[in-house]
């Protein structure tokens, strides 16, 4: 069964940075196509970042240069490194396949002064 925790979530400042990490049981890292999805309060949950089993990253237009989304297949652990964080990064983020199967809990990610 897909099991996913991600974690490193936190109240930060604008400007700040944080990185997010996803634990992923099996071999999940290595078989799929891995993603980052965030919600934000009373929003859709939006897909921000994806890396192939390749290697290949991809980031939705309003994350870029500020989003990094890697894989340590090692660990099967997925990382998001977020810098130069927005008051609108504020969401609930998570980690799944892509397309997405069984949602973890996510980490909340609050972007206040």
């Known amino acids: 069964q897909l099991q996913l925790v991600e974690s490193g979530g936190g109240l930060v400042q604008p400007g700040g940075s944080l990185r997010l990490s996803c634990a992923a049981s099996?071999?999940?890292?290595?078989?799929?196509?891995m993603g980052w999805y965030r919600q934000a309060p009373g929003g859709q949950r939006e897909l921000v970042a994806t890396?192939?089993?390749?290697?290949?990253?991809n980031y939705a237009d309003h994350v870029k240069g500020r989003f990094t989304i890697s894989r340590d297949n090692a660990k099967t652990t997925l990382i998001l490194q977020i810098d130069s964080l927005k008051l609108e990064d504020t969401a609930a983020y998570y980690c799944?396949?892509?397309?997405?199967?069984?949602w973890g809990q996510g980490t909340q990610v609050t972007v206040s002064s």
């Open positions: 799944n396949i892509v397309p997405p199967g069984f």
């Open positions: 890396i192939t089993t390749g290697g290949d990253t």
């Open positions: 099996g071999s999940i890292l290595t078989f799929y196509t």
